[in-house]
């Protein structure tokens, strides 16, 4: 069974930073796609960001040069680095593990249980 514990939520002001990171039980851990998906409060989950097991990454427009996702598959730790960051990036964030690279939240198999970030005008 894969489990994903996420962390690094909080309360910044806009045009600060946060990371969150991913923490992912499970040997299996460098061959998934990991996912970040968030859900403002209203709206549906919207996917965020994707890594490959190579490493290969995708990026939603609006984050594109603001955040950047990264892995370390010895610690099966998965990282979301998000600097200047908006009242719109508001959301609760989930992370995911999947086969695919893929943008919808259907193609990933595990997910974390949700933390909050929150973003200050």
């Known amino acids: 069974q894969v489990q994903l514990v996420e962390s690094g939520g909080g309360l910044v002001q806009a045009g600060g930073s946060l990371r969150l990171s991913c923490e992912v039980s499970?040997?299996?851990?460098?061959?998934?796609?990991m996912g970040w998906f968030r859900q403002a409060a209203g709206k549906e989950r919207e996917f965020v960001a994707a890594?490959?097991?190579?490493?290969?990454?995708s990026y939603i427009g609006s984050v594109k040069g603001r955040f950047t996702l990264s892995r370390d598959n010895a610690n099966n730790l998965v990282y979301l680095q998000m600097n200047s960051l908006k009242p719109e990036d508001t959301a609760v964030y989930y992370c995911?593990?999947?086969?695919?690279?893929?943008?919808?939240?259907?193609?990933?198999?595990?997910w974390g249980q949700g933390t909050q970030v929150t973003v200050s005008s």
């Open positions: 499970g040997r299996t851990f460098s061959t998934y796609t």
């Open positions: 890594i490959g097991w190579n490493g290969g990454t």
């Open positions: 995911a593990a999947g086969k695919y690279m893929r943008t919808s939240s259907y193609s990933y198999d595990y």
